[in-house]
C-alpha cells in the first residue's frame, strides 16, 4: 500500500512483482491522485480524503508517477518478473470510499 500524504508519498519508491495490486489511499486533507508520468499511461483520479484506489502493475518496468495538482509529489514503482500473459499493463480499479463501521460490528 502507498499512502498519499499531503504533498508526499510513502514509501516513495516500491518494487512489487508482476501481477500485483498497488493500493493508493489519501490520508492527507487535499485532494491528491497517482498519475503515469508518461503519456497515455494510468490514473487513480483524484481521492478526496479517506479514498483509495488500486492499480495492478502486469508487466515489469519503472513506473514513475506524480500528483497532478501537485507535480512535485514524485513515487516510482518498479516491476519485476514475468509479465501477466494476455493482460493489459496497467488496470486501474476505485476511487472507493471505506465503509463505515456499523455500531456492534466487528
Same mark, same amino acid.
Given at each position: 500500500?502507498?499512502?498519499?500524504?499531503?504533498?508526499?508519498?510513502?514509501?516513495?519508491?516500491?518494487?512489487?512483482?508482476?501481477?500485483?495490486?498497488?493500493?493508493?489511499?489519501?490520508?492527507?486533507?487535499?485532494?491528491?491522485?497517482?498519475?503515469?508520468?508518461?503519456?497515455?499511461?494510468?490514473?487513480?483520479?483524484?481521492?478526496?480524503?479517506?479514498?483509495?484506489?488500486? *492499480?495492478?502493475?502486469?508487466? @515489469?518496468?519503472?513506473?514513475?508517477?506524480?500528483? !497532478? /495538482?501537485? %507535480?512535485? $509529489?514524485? +513515487?516510482?514503482?518498479?516491476?519485476?518478473?514475468?509479465? *501477466?500473459?494476455?493482460?493489459? @499493463?496497467?488496470?486501474?480499479?476505485?476511487?472507493? !470510499? /471505506?465503509? %463505515?463501521? $456499523?455500531? +456492534?460490528?466487528?
Amino acid at each position: 500500500e502507498i499512502k498519499i500524504d499531503d504533498y508526499t508519498y510513502a514509501p516513495i519508491r516500491t518494487t512489487v512483482t508482476a501481477g500485483t495490486k498497488v493500493k493508493f489511499t489519501n490520508n492527507g486533507a487535499q485532494p491528491h491522485n497517482a498519475t503515469s508520468s508518461d503519456a497515455g499511461g494510468w490514473d487513480t483520479g483524484l481521492l478526496a480524503k479517506g479514498e483509495a484506489a488500486s *492499480v495492478t502493475f502486469n508487466r @515489469p518496468g519503472t513506473y514513475t508517477y506524480i500528483c !497532478t /495538482p501537485h %507535480p512535485s $509529489m514524485i +513515487g516510482q514503482i518498479i516491476v519485476t518478473g514475468q509479465a *501477466v500473459a494476455a493482460a493489459p @499493463p496497467t488496470v486501474v480499479e476505485g476511487p472507493t !470510499t /471505506p465503509r %463505515p463501521q $456499523m455500531p +456492534g460490528a466487528h
